[in-house]
């Protein structure tokens, strides 16, 4: 099954039992995503709280919870372990794959996400639904044995054994010619990591590329798909894109949770610029 699922494929199952569609967006800039959802979502979504669903106790943005809380939270939200999930955000492909990434590490069976997004929804002129949802509470089984999560100790021994380090931020970002939006995270990049931004796995309505158009856009930043891969970005976001189209490609790779807004801000770790 792929882990991404057309507009027409979800317009075509909408009402289906067992279907759980979920608004996963998220903007860097501190844009009301749930007052956007409020004004428009697809039509039985609920609504994810990337920020509220996340560790709290952690200094670090939007850390991956316990799976304790996890599945409290979101058995709130209606879902659970075997529905049919739906991931989609209102920027086409952002913040959704972080999402997507997070249930599936956290148990759930059947997570897509939708290509395109709600832009794409929009563009092709399909229904949408205006204020809040209610969702009846279920039981969502959180469980995972951490290997899909990257910490800095594993980016640290990854680096040192030339284990892939792919970083989906800009390149004006991972070079240091561009300010880190978060106060106190140093400009540029771990040495050794290679540069892959997000936006080159995308098409220019939105959607993945697929198939060898997909492994040429690795292949181009110099990263081997077919060797281990760590992914990062600035907070662990938009790493999930590079792992979400490593994953069509039928490669796994490990996320760095902390991402550029551990490393960059502590002082005991290595940057490179330029």
């Known amino acids: 099954m792929s882990f991404l699922i057309s507009t027409e494929d979800l317009a075509a199952r909408l009402g289906e039992t067992g279907l759980r569609i979920v608004d996963g967006s998220w903007h860097l800039d501190g844009w009301d995503a749930r007052s956007e959802f409020e004004q428009a979502h697809i039509p ?3 609504f994810f709280d990337l920020d509220a669903l996340s560790d709290r106790d952690s200094p670090l943005p939007h850390m991956m919870p316990s799976p304790q809380s996890f599945a409290a939270s979101v058995g709130a939200l ?3 372990t075997e529905d049919r999930i739906v991931i989609y955000d ?3 492909l952002f913040s959704a794959a972080r999402v997507w990434w997070m249930l599936k590490t956290m148990g759930a069976k059947y997570v897509q996400v939708l290509d395109g997004g709600l832009p794409r929804w929009l563009a092709q002129g ?3 639904q205006t204020g809040g ?3 009846l509470a279920t039981n969502f089984k959180a469980t995972h044995t951490g290997e899909a999560i990257a910490s800095i100790d594993d980016v640290r021994d990854a680096l040192a054994e030339g284990v892939q380090v792919v970083d989906a931020r800009g390149a004006a970002r991972f070079n240091g010619q561009a300010a880190e939006p978060r106060p106190g995270v140093r400009r540029g990049h771990m040495p050794g990591a290679l540069n892959l931004p997000y936006g080159r ?3 220019e309505d939105g959607t993945m590329k697929r198939g060898s158009a997909l ?5 181009e930043a110099g990263v081997d798909i077919d060797r281990p891969i760590v ?3 600035g907070s662990g976001v938009t790493a999930a894109i590079l792992t979400l189209g490593l994953a069509e490609l039928g490669r796994s790779s490990r996320l760095y949770d902390g991402s550029w807004s551990e490393w960059g801000a502590r002082e005991d770790t290595p940057v490179e610029t330029g």
Do not use: D, K, Y
């Open 78 to 80: 209606g879902i659970g």
């Open 133 to 135: 949802s209610e969702a």
């Open 44 to 46: 039985g979504a609920v």
């Open 201 to 203: 796995l995308l098409n």
């Open 215 to 219: 492994e040429q856009t690795f292949t």
């Open 126 to 128: 399909r229904p949408v």
């Open 90 to 92: 209102t920027a086409g």
């Open 231 to 233: 992914t990062t970005c």
